[in-house]
């Protein structure tokens, strides 16, 4: 798909990126604006919009490839730690509508790091949930 989507021009190579893998399902890149030394995407070759819209065969080959770059990563970078990011739709944060995962090593003390509000649930609701999920997760 070559199109307006930045990360197909990356993985055709019409876009030179700063690449550390490709096989034939994925490529993996340094990310342009690193929030971390090592910082790298990793993105299916064929256009996918995010994880909703991605197949379990899909996803399966494109996560193939994480635990080898994250050892790399750890191992290139010194990194005692990693976060492994992935958001889903503009209300998630993703701004490149092309799923794609983010590999971020981390060290004690970088400064780094995200807080969410955790919450509860009213008496009751988490059941009805689990309820709604499990006739979600049988049709």
Known sequence: MSGPCIFC???E???PSRRIYSDEHCTAFLDIAPLAPGHTLVVPRQHVTNLLDCSA???AAVTRALPRLATALVAATGATGLNLLQNSGASS???VMHLHFHLIPRRDGDGLGYR???GSYAPGE???LQDLL???LQS
């Open 116 to 118: 969410w509000n955790a």
């Open 134 to 136: 499990i006739k979600q």
């Open 126 to 128: 988490a059941e009805s």
């Open 9 to 11: 021009k990356i993985t």
């Open 57 to 59: 065969d899909a996803l």
């Open 93 to 95: 944060g993703q701004v």
């Open 13 to 15: 190579g019409v876009i």
